[in-house]
């Protein structure tokens, strides 16, 4: 990371006084400018009056040692290793360093000098950092070109562009990315977030403290205030909204510079008072030391992926590397530094910014050869993390040795051989170079990508797609071009908008119902059990015939390049929850002053029903509201395993299950659509879970039914489009084998709780024995397992047809509406 630089001696201010400020005369290479009487007077006089206090530039090999444990957390943890469940703060550490540095050099050079140049502080930061995250975005791109999908090259493209501008942690923080989702197929540049966040620490602080200089104009007492005062304002400031940010919108607050603030201004408070440290007594500095340094190692052992984070939480890392520093010689052989001293931890902490810039992008890359996201496994393997952390190691040193190190030496051999305002104007230059070349990159990586629009902007023109190409379009041409797809329907349960229960006077007790009312339907019948109750048996259509599948694709809906991101609008932002979250959100479609509650619950899988519901809802005047979870089924009590967690339970998910109880009990849903995808829970167990969230609603006096799972498929579905052009059969798969891959428990819920109705749209998902890639001129498929949002709005007619009997069974009394709903299961072929 960016503070692996150390005021050493190569960091030492630069010979003559006015460099770069355009006042200093030329001189023969290798001779200082001679500064005016005049001048000399009045740095004496500035350094006198504002009595800044010196900071030891000795090379610290604890602050090393403690680069080195920080990247070795990181890097163990990307290789997805249990051990160090919060292995991710060691990125707090390197902004506790890289606050104290920054602010020592800056520091120095006001007491030195009397002044900051900003210009001089700028080249000498371009130096240090920006031809060595030139190399790695390089090797970054390589990396993509060689082992990422084609589909993901333009986004990639767009984050080289913000890396190399260091912005790319607002990017991240605005796509409300989810760091800690170990499942998604990450970013290979995600981890320059952090060096975003210093770069733009190291464009803020030294202007705020030229502007204290200036504001003082040598009076010590006023220059001390201000810049306490200042320090306690960013610090406390920043706190206080990291604190509320983790809170209410973690993903974000994650990313965004405010919420980091506090850390590098921890640092700065330990430079701020360098001159008291060395006075502490030997036994004391040592205890502080060591109290840090035990801060650090708890934090990682301590902090996981269920701890709210930034926010206070952080303080435990940041404080005690604070800790460590503040120790530093003055502890001596008694302090930490006797064991970050060691040789290794040396080492890697001399190459630490070469190796964090290097080990994600070969991390990114392992996920994706072995399928992360893809159809593959949930998580990277850690076998497969290790090795690819391992692997970085080689290119890491190499930049180190060849790139870092040669461009630090020679900008010091520059210093003693140029007039000043040279070194800095060839710094300045070569920095701004280097971006300008990694956003070349960049453009250069989403040139050779597929045309992409924007996340949101694909998501918004869907469902004007599907009104202005209706007739015929995805599922509604598999009724013979009607545009329609009564023939897929259940003909169990009619849609009549006036049903009548009986009241056990007619024939054997049972339940009847007016024309095509619910116990009849459309071709159902209602008939007397054994024991004198009414059941209702849908007669459901027969199977459809198997599509032909095209090698040459039709025209599409939604291009092929956009289909990764044909996905459901969620409303209002952030309401869908993410990995790390555990507070109910509620996403609202539909009329919002509908009379009619119909609720989704359940993960994305639930979630994506949320684009053909929304049309229905505002058709038929119904709100609808979604209270959905990534990777978090609908089953109360059960804890539900996933990689990268402590002890590979999903916290997360199991918190998040009492708040839908209570979330729904104020919202007095009508009918409640459960669904979920596989896990890898017992299914009897997941199911037995299930059951409970259906006695809760159905308690609460909503009409619960299920959604069946789509078929599930064994690749990326658009990538294999793109990757076979001309051979789109290439991408069909069997239906059984899909089926085997989704929605596990399902199956056990239905025969649990027999009452409870089953939709089934699968026959116009995937017709016959063999699912296509397309039908009716729509991708079937955005993911390897999640329906496209053009897709799902095209089965608006069905859903429809499936859903109006379970909101006019709401209307009904029980037992009637438990009578009538018995074993009842929609849209299944027979």
Sequence with gaps: MSGTAYPGPQAAPDPGGTSGTGGATAVPPGEEALPSRARLRAMRAYRHALRVPP???DFRADIEGMRAIAVIGVVLWHAGVTLLPGGFVGVDVFFVVSGFLMTALLLEEARARGRVDLGRFYARRARRLLPAALTALAGTA????????????GEIGGDLVASAAYLINWRLADRAVDYLDLERAPSPVQHYWSLAVEEQFY???????????VVARGRARVFTTWVWTLTAVLLLGSLGLSWWWTQEHPSQAYFVTFTRVHELMLGAVVALGAAAWPRLPRVAAAAVGWLGLGMIVASLLVIDLTTPFPGTWALL???GTALVIVAGAAAGGWGPERLLRARPLQWVGRISYSLYLWHWPFVAAAASVVGVGSGGPDALPVAW????VLVSVVPAWLSFRYVEEPVRVRGRVLARRVPPGVVTQRGLRLGLNCSLAGVLLGMALVALGPTSLAPGTVAWRTPQVVDEVRAPLGAGTLAGGTGEVGALASAGLGRSASAEAGDGAGDGGTATA???????????SGEGGDDGTATTTATAAPAPAQPEIPDVLPTLAVPLEQVADDRPVMEPDGCFVGISGSEVGVCEAGDPEGDVTVGLNGDSHAGMWITALDEIGRDRGWRIVSLTKSSCPPAAGVEVERPGQRGGTYDQCTAYQVGVDERFAALEPDVVLLSSAAYDVPPDELAAGMARRVDSLRAGGAVVGMVRDVPRVPFDLPECLLDNPDAASACAFPREEGMVRSGVGQDELAAMRPSMPVLEFNDAVCPGTVCSPVLGGVVVWRDTNHLSATYVRSLRDLVEEQVTPLVEASRLPEPARTVLLEGTRLGAAS
């Design 317 to 319: 890392p940041t404080v």
């Design 203 to 213: 464009i803020l602080w030294p202007v705020l403290l030229l502007v204290v200089l």
């Design 385 to 388: 993390g290790l090795g690819a």
């Design 514 to 524: 007016d024309g095509d009312g619910l116990a009849a339907g459309a071709g159902g």
């Design 55 to 57: 900071v030891p530039r």
């Design 142 to 153: 390589l990396l993509t070109v060689a082992f990422i999908p084609r589909t993901r090259w």
